[in-house]
């Protein structure tokens, strides 16, 4: 059975910096699409950046040059590097883990969440 566990989120400035990280249990690691989403109070959860099992990468033009999603295979983790934070990006962010060989949706494996939280 596949879990997840994020960590890393925290209270920063407007500006500041923060990694996150989700480490995965179970099989197939290397070659699952992971994502990085987050939901705002009163928003819609939303995919921030994906990264697949060739480390082909996507990001929502709302943090294009600003994130950064990585992964360590030997780790079994998934990372989200968030530079220039802005206020707009406080949410809680969750990360997924697409069914293999498919693309991240409905049917994701989903972690906990880990609280963003941006002061401006």
């Known amino acids: 059975q596949v879990q997840l566990v994020e960590s890393g989120g925290d209270l920063v400035q407007a500006g500041g910096s923060l990694r996150l990280s989700c480490a995965a249990s179970g099989s197939f690691f290397r070659i699952n699409t992971m994502g990085w989403y987050r939901q705002a109070p009163g928003k819609q959860r939303e995919l921030v950046a994906s990264?697949?099992?060739?480390?082909?990468?996507n990001y929502a033009d709302s943090v294009k040059g600003r994130f950064t999603i990585s992964k360590d295979n030997a780790r079994n983790t998934v990372y989200l590097k968030m530079n220039s934070l802005k206020f707009e990006d406080k949410a809680v962010y969750y990360c997924?883990?697409?069914?293999?060989?498919?693309?991240?949706?409905?049917?994701?494996?989903w972690g906990q969440g880990t609280q963003v939280t941006v002061s401006s």
């Open positions: 990264i697949t099992g060739d480390g082909s990468t």
């Open positions: 997924a883990r697409a069914p293999l060989g498919s693309p991240l949706g409905s049917r994701n494996v």
